[in-house]
Structure formats: structure tokens, C-alpha cells
């Protein structure tokens, strides 16, 4: 695995979280559509009588879902820092936090640093080489 590969693992947690979160939000809006109506006329015997509990259990399965990948990234991020805090240069280490820390873009980083774009990604290239993987993902 590079140093690119492992840093950049925080970021796909997080997009699957915020994906998980927005298939929440859906099944949330589903839940509310799941509502029972009365009428005189007889009813279809195929029909999902339980079809509210159905998406409740969904629901919650998502939620334990995200809490888990939650966990993850807390601990990856740790990790992930943790290596970032052994590269030797102070302004390699804030640029690497910036962007594999706090997911920041590279124009967001180039802003916050002072740093013309073109120097940030020669400074990226550097700071790069100096991140040690640890030895169980190579």
C-alpha cells in the first residue's frame, strides 16, 4: 500500500458514512409514507401488513451500520495521525492533516497554508516520501 493509498482510507470511510446517512434519511421519509389506511373495502391478503416495522429494521441496521464505520475512522484517524506526526517537517505534517485529516481541498489548503496551488502539490510529492506505512499494510 503507498503513503497516498493509506492516508487517503479516512476519506472513503467517510464518504460511506455520509452515504449510509443519507440512506437514513431516505428510509426516514419512506417510514412516514408507511402509514395504515382504514377503509370498507376488502384488503389485498398479499399485502405487508408489518411493512413499518420492516423499515424501522432497516433503519437501526443502518444506524449500528454507520456507528461501526464511526469507530473505524475514530481509530484510523488516530493511527493516520499518528503517522502524519512522524514526518519531520512541521508545514509537510499540516499539510498532510489538512488534507487527509480534515479532508480540506487542495485550494482550501493552498489558502490556509499561503502557498500558491503548484507549491502545495510539490510540497504533497515531498511530504509524501517521508510517510512510513506501517509494515503490516506493505
Known amino acids: 500500500m503507498t503513503a497516498k493509498e493509506y492516508l487517503g482510507q479516512a476519506y472513503r470511510i ?28 376488502p384488503g389485498n391478503s398479499t399485502r405487508n401488513i408489518h411493512r413499518m ?5 432497516k433503519i437501526v441496521d443502518m ?7 464511526i469507530d473505524r475512522l475514530v481509530d484510523l484517524k488516530k493511527e493516520i495521525a499518528g503517522v502524519i506526526h512522524g514526518v519531520s517537517n512541521l508545514e509537510y505534517q499540516t499539510l498532510l492533516e489538512l488534507r ?5 481541498t487542495w485550494e482550501q489548503i493552498a489558502v490556509q497554508m499561503g502557498y500558491g496551488i503548484d507549491n502545495i502539490y510539490k510540497m504533497h510529492h515531498k511530504a509524501l516520501r517521508e510517510v512510513a506505512v506501517p509494515e503490516s499494510l506493505q
Open 14 to 41: 467517510d464518504q460511506r458514512i455520509n452515504s449510509k446517512m443519507e440512506q437514513i434519511a431516505s428510509l426516514n421519509l419512506l417510514a412516514r409514507k408507511a402509514t395504515t389506511v382504514f377503509s370498507d373495502m
Open 53 to 57: 416495522e420492516d423499515v424501522i429494521i
Open 63 to 69: 444506524e449500528s451500520e454507520i456507528n461501526a464505520d
Open 100 to 104: 487527509y485529516l480534515c479532508f480540506k
